[in-house]
């Protein structure tokens, strides 16, 4: 089974790229959409020892954690070291049942994937991107997202340009879906020919 490895910084269009990928038959492993359930389940008492007053009736509320980390790297640390082992389970299991259905290929969408050593764990890093002023715009409309916390979320991440250096593939978002999803086909026609050739 061949793993791609999804990735691409805040704004970017990642989720509707994974979204094309899923609706083409690849199957998914969502990492942000598994810490919101883990922040509804297995992580809430073990969040709420380490920062609390950050759950609210038994869940995790995001932007009171966020509240408490943004600007913290060894409190972004020590969330990474309650959440990160919990979601590499949920993937491994994942890995297990993709390959137990015989997936031919399975695409693991991960935020930071490459900041934290992830491409080790795939077969191509595939990066999705936009020119700068794009990815501003997009995430300026979220609510209560301000210039302020975006620098502090970029600061965060590796630099676009350093993403597109260690990527295999990468999709650029910046045109309208048409362009996405062909470019997402040629990513899978690509991914076959190595599989083919594996």
């Not at 809430?44 to 600007?71: C, H, M, N, W, Y």
């Not at 999705?128 to 501003?136: D, R």
Request: aromatic share 4%; proline share 4%.
């Amino acid at each position: 089974m061949l793993v791609l490895g999804l990735t691409g910084s805040v704004g970017m269009g990642k989720s509707t790229v994974a979204a094309m990928f899923a609706e083409r038959g690849v199957a998914t492993f969502d990492a942000d959409a598994t810490v919101h359930a883990l922040y509804r389940g297995a992580a809430v008492t073990l969040v709420e020892a380490a920062f609390p007053g950050t759950s609210v009736e038994g869940v995790v509320d995001r932007q009171k954690l966020a509240d408490k980390v943004i600007d913290s790297p060894p409190a972004i640390a020590k969330l990474e070291a309650i959440v990160h082992p919990l979601v590499r389970e949920a993937e491994n299991s994942f890995r297990a049942r993709a390959a137990w259905e015989g997936r031919r290929t399975a695409l693991l969408d991960i935020p930071l994937l490459l900041e934290t050593g992830g491409e080790s764990r795939v077969d191509a890093v595939v990066l999705v991107s936009a020119a700068p002023e794009v990815q501003e715009a997009r995430v300026l409309e979220r609510p209560g997202m301000t210039r302020e916390r975006l620098a502090a979320i970029l600061k965060r991440q590796m630099p676009d340009d350093e993403k597109r250096r260690r990527a295999h593939f990468i999709i650029d978002t910046g045109g309208d879906f048409a362009d996405t999803r062909r470019q997402v086909d040629d990513v899978l026609r690509a991914v076959a020919g190595m599989a083919a050739g594996g």
